[in-house]
């Protein structure tokens, strides 16, 4: 029972790199120049031009969780372990435990994407596409893990940097691909235009000047932290993929490669159709406006065992407040009346800020430290916390580039080799390569492929997949799994998993589909004597 509630735990929690349907994931994503039908959309567009039919997507999903620390194995092994006795036989090491971390934080990332049925479809070399995609990621500081084992340690500075973020984005994509013939060579191209409908955005950041933190020191404690929460609802963007395949290239190597997301971005603001329809209900859950976000504080001062009960002594106070972000502040000859805030210049040359016409104490405005200010937004106007000095949420959108190889070879299947980096490393993009080496077999049998792969490189850690597919007529159903950090569930510390339900009619002229009423043979009845 226990081991059945860490599973949930480890893989249910639920961007440009993503696998997009199982397919894929059971390539472990050396799908560049793999990819086909509808489903090249996202990958390598240029792949629609082999389309010959309809394909079309009935159901489809694909979630994953992915964490840097704990897997299955490392927690039956601490789950009873004694971690002060060195001889006992289930000692282990408290340090070990520590080692197990990557870095300074325990990492937490998840996913979902979602396509919507029926409207993910290629007919040719022209395809629509339409999904959600949402990524979350949260990551915990090792100090914390340090703490619980090793308790309090003396004149050690403890450092809280809690943080996370998820977005919510839903894609629609036009493609169209093209045949060009250069000197006898065919090469195909391919565009997709997507329009990007931001969702929903929220992001926790630690904005202490050197870090929230603990400090232990003989008789006493010390602590203090800033937090801030970020969020935004209702955004638009767009984006492009271009791509280009090179079929049986060289000795029958397919050659394939694809910029996807190219100059993507979000912008969300108060005019944005989704927050003008539905803005009303998220701010009666949120309790917050468009360019609202939430501050907050604690400080704990000097706190010993002795003023721990003294209660007369204030040594612990917090703090929550609703703000707005401002940043381009101008100067007081450009100030222009609405506007928040104002610098001035005293008299040693020094840069003074300034409140406008507002209600707002100049004391209880807080420095970010970048040219922003943290401004209380109890008593600000809608209009001022949508003036061009206020900050709106501007993302950009993960974009990335894929090279691939592949060559099916007869009486096996496909090998297919692809090198994938991102441009950065937002929600859930990587600016390292990641090589992706897999195989697709159906030397058993055509209408049974499975599927081999591995990854490795990126800042995900290596990853190990499995997946297959089964064909009756112009149905097909596929499923495929993903381990990250383990080939066995046991010792993975993430999972990946798809499935998809779609039609395609290449070869419609081939299938048959009979009906029949099945025989029933009644039993005999004995012979009535004469």
Request: charged share 20%; hydrophobic share 35%.
């Amino acid at each position: 029972m226990k081991n059945k509630f860490l599973y949930i735990i480890l893989f249910s929690f639920s961007f440009s790199q993503f696998e997009h349907d199982p397919r894929m994931l059971g390539m472990s994503g050396a799908y560049t120049s793999v990819a086909s039908g509808y489903q090249a959309i996202g990958v390598n567009p240029a792949n629609l031009v082999s389309n010959q039919s309809l394909s079309l997507n009935l159901f489809s999903a694909n979630t994953f969780m992915v964490n840097d620390f704990l897997s299955v194995d490392l927690y039956n092994q601490l789950n009873g372990a004694d971690f002060e006795n060195t001889s006992s036989s289930s000692y282990y090491s408290k340090n070990d435990i520590l080692g197990q971390i990557k870095g300074s934080n325990i990492d937490i990332e998840a996913g979902v994407v979602v396509p919507f049925p029926i409207f993910n479809f290629a007919y040719k070399n022209f395809g629509i596409s339409t999904l959600n995609k949402s990524y979350s990621k949260f990551h915990i500081p090792d100090t914390v893990l340090d703490v619980m084992l090793n308790g309090n340690t003396k004149d050690q500075r403890f450092l809280l940097d809690l943080g996370g973020e998820f977005i919510s984005c839903n894609e629609i994509g036009l493609s169209y691909a093209q045949k060009v013939d250069y000197f006898g060579f065919p090469i195909y191209l391919g565009y997709t235009f997507k329009y990007i409908q931001g969702l929903a955005f929220f992001k926790m950041r630690d904005i202490e000047q050197n870090g929230s933190y603990i400090l232990t020191q003989q008789t006493s404690f010390h602590a203090s932290g800033k937090f801030l929460v970020e969020q935004a609802f209702g955004g638009t963007g767009t984006s492009s993929d271009f791509g280009l395949l090179l079929p049986e290239f060289y000795d029958g190597w397919n050659i394939g490669a694809s910029l996807i997301n190219l100059g993507g971005s979000v912008k969300f603001t108060s005019d944005n159709p989704t927050r003008q329809y539905l803005g009303s209900s998220f701010e009666s859950t949120s309790g917050l406006r468009q360019n609202e976000y939430y501050y907050l504080d604690f400080k704990l001062d000097t706190m010993s065992v002795m003023t721990a009960f003294e209660s007369d002594i204030e040594f612990f106070s917090s703090n929550s407040i609703k703000v707005g972000i401002f940043s381009d502040i101008p100067l007081e000859q450009d100030y222009i009346p609405g506007d928040i805030l104002y610098y001035t210049i005293d008299s040693n040359g020094d840069s003074l800020i300034n409140v406008g016409e507002s209600n707002i104490d100049v004391e209880d405005v807080i420095d970010l430290g970048n040219q922003s200010y943290l401004v209380p937004s109890n008593g600000l106007a809608e209009y001022q916390l949508q003036s061009t000095t206020s900050k709106d949420v501007n993302l950009d959108y993960p974009s990335s580039l894929r090279f691939g190889i592949s060559k099916n070879f007869d009486e096996f299947g496909i090998l297919s080799i692809d090198m994938v980096t991102g441009f950065d490393d937002s929600f859930g993009n990587s600016n390292k390569f990641r090589l992706s080496i897999a195989t697709e077999i159906d030397r058993v049998s055509e209408n049974f492929p499975i599927r081999i792969g591995a990854s490795f490189g990126g800042r995900q850690p290596s990853s190990y997949s499995l997946g297959f597919g089964y064909k009756a007529g112009p149905l097909n159903f596929d499923f495929g799994r993903k381990y990250y950090s383990g080939i066995i569930l046991n010792r993975a510390k993430g999972a990946e998993f798809a499935l998809n339900l779609s039609i395609d009619l290449t070869d419609i002229k081939n299938y048959s589909i009979k009906f029949g009423i099945p025989k029933i043979n009644l039993p005999k009845l004995p012979k009535l004597p004469n």
